[in-house]
């Protein structure tokens, strides 16, 4: 199922979705990890190592986040730029977004 296109004020297309859902679902894993991550440093006893792969946790997190987004953008709105006359101003967009530019 197509997720539909959306009007919000100026901005005539929004985030597909499917990718708030996946995205959300990945930012609760991420907010698991930071979680653990405070209450381990709590503990005077954590061992280093444990905090940093839990570190690494949340980073492989928030980058699947990110992977998600993209994906949805670059199929929601990247794809059909072309049909609505607007490559140059979406691929400028996310070439800024991405700091490319």
Known sequence: MKDKQCVHGE???CMP???????RRR???ARG???SIQRMLEDPDVYCVD???QLKAVQG???GTGEV???GHLEAHVATA???GDTSEIVNELMHALKYT
């Open 33 to 35: 990890h930071l979680e």
């Open 51 to 53: 905090v940093l792969k």
């Open 82 to 84: 072309e049909s609505r």
């Open 11 to 13: 901005h005539t297309l």
């Open 17 to 23: 979705e499917s990718s708030r859902k996946a995205a």
């Open 61 to 63: 997190a928030l980058a």
């Open 27 to 29: 930012l609760a894993i």
């Open 69 to 71: 987004v993209l994906r």
